[in-house]
T-cell receptor, first 111, second 116 residues
Framework: QQPVQSPQAVILREGEDAVINCSSSKALYSVHWYRQKHGEAPVFLMILLKGGEQKGHEKISASFNEKKQQSSLYLTASQLSYSGTYFCGTEGPGNTGKLIFGQGTTLQVKP | EAQVTQNPRYLITVTGKKLTVTCSQNMNHEYMSWYRQDPGLGLRQIYYSMNVEVTDKGDVPEGYKVSRKEKRNFPLILESPSPNQTSLYFC???????????????FGPGTRLTVT
């Protein structure tokens, strides 16, 4: 089952902050975050692993609450280049290689 | 340059005419995967492969076939395409998931398929 992302869309001014949430109904082993700009392929941002290990972007942070099966992506002091659609992908236990993505959150940053 | 390539980038075809979308990566990645992207539904995994000759179904495998005979290539086959397979398709690759799927996926540029 797809994880649920919220909000579906958000509009910001440059310099403002945003939080994108990803919630799953299943136990999670890892959460992956990607950003896709219009007409382009998704690009990796971050991976968060059960147990706290985190690997990813310099200016974007995220959290992973294993008990609640939730992850949040924090975009601080947003820049115009942050505009795009953000996807979370979840991996369940078992290292299956199966990744399930949410429906996406569209972020628009205005000058 | 490290990359994932897909061909063709655009394809318009008719119902029932078999087609193959090729995917190739030059990063020596073990893991490869196919996704389809539809408005409002995000990315949905079709098939994935953990290594040569090892493939498994994703969330939406119906109507698709794959093969992994070489490490670098992972073609997607639609033996009898139907209009509901009209979509944007992405191929991706990464290092093999070890104890965790802790490796970033590199996506190809996408193939826009229209089935009439």
């Amino acid at each position: 089952q797809q994880p649920v992302q919220s909000p579906q869309a958000v509009i910001l001014r440059e310099g403002e902050d945003a939080v994108i949430n990803c919630s799953s109904s299943k136990a999670l082993y890892s959460v992956h975050w990607y950003r896709q700009k219009h007409g382009e392929a998704p690009v990796f941002l971050m991976i968060l692993l059960k147990g706290g290990e985190q690997k990813g972007h310099e200016k974007i942070s995220a959290s992973f609450n294993e008990k609640k099966q939730q992850s949040s992506l924090y975009l601080t002091a947003s820049q115009l280049s942050y505009s795009g659609t953000y996807f979370c992908g979840t991996e369940g236990p078992g290292n299956t290689g199966k990744l399930i993505f949410g429906q996406g959150t569209t972020l628009q940053v205005k000058p | 340059e490290a990359q994932v390539t897909q061909n063709p980038r655009y394809l318009i075809t008719v119902t029932g005419k078999k087609l193959t979308v090729t995917c190739s990566q030059n990063m020596n990645h073990e893991y490869m995967s196919w996704y389809r992207q539809d408005p409002g539904l995000g990315l949905r995994q079709i098939y994935y492969s953990m290594n040569v000759e090892v493939t498994d179904k994703g969330d939406v495998p119906e109507g698709y076939k794959v093969s992994r005979k070489e490490k670098r290539n992972f073609p997607l086959i639609l033996e009898s395409p139907s209009p509901n397979q009209t979509s944007l398709y992405f191929c991706a690759s990464s290092r093999r998931p070890g104890q965790s799927f802790a490796y970033e996926q590199y996506f190809g540029p996408g193939t826009r398929l229209t089935v009439t």
